[in-house]
């Protein structure tokens, strides 16, 4: 394509408590993002009635809970992240340990689980409407986003 944008829609958020402030540049993952992490590290499955099926509980939970780490340290960049991504190729486990890294370098920083929720909301909820907004007003529709 001989047409392209100069960059992936950011935001920037403030994290504070008290005097003591963060800002933190959060990039829209790139298309086809989670296609890759859904083929590189796939949900656990069981077979019920010789029929895969994605089991509930406490290891699709963990999964669900690792993917978003993945996502969320792709969001913030590995100029501000110490743990670098797992490279084409790499396997589940390995994709699994970079999330639990991922997950203890936020831990070590002294994160909460409630500013990881929030840049997590931010991450999927507002840079996604932000890349759909983006396209709405390329085609020329700019009217109101509403929910589905």
């Known amino acids: 394509m001989k047409l392209s944008f100069k960059g992936p829609p950011q935001i920037t958020v403030n994290l504070s408590r008290g005097d003591d402030a963060l800002v933190i540049t959060l990039t829209a993952i790139p298309l086809g993002y989670r296609e890759l992490i859904e083929t590189a590290f796939p949900a656990p499955v069981v077979f019920v009635d010789m029929k895969p099926t994605t089991p509930e509980g406490p ?17 913030i960049g590995p100029d501000v992240m110490d743990t670098r991504e797992p490279g084409p190729g790499s396997t589940p486990a390995q994709w699994a340990a970079y ?40 085609s020329g529709n700019s009217g109101a986003l509403t929910g589905a």
């Open 59 to 75: 290891a699709a939970d963990q999964h669900t809970v690792r993917v978003s780490y993945i996502i969320l340290a792709r969001a």
């Open 99 to 138: 999330a639990d890294a991922v997950k203890a370098e936020f831990s070590a920083a002294g994160f909460t689980l409630g500013e990881i929720l929030y840049l997590y909301e931010q991450v999927v909820e507002t840079l996604e409407t932000l890349s759909f907004k983006g396209l709405q007003d390329i």
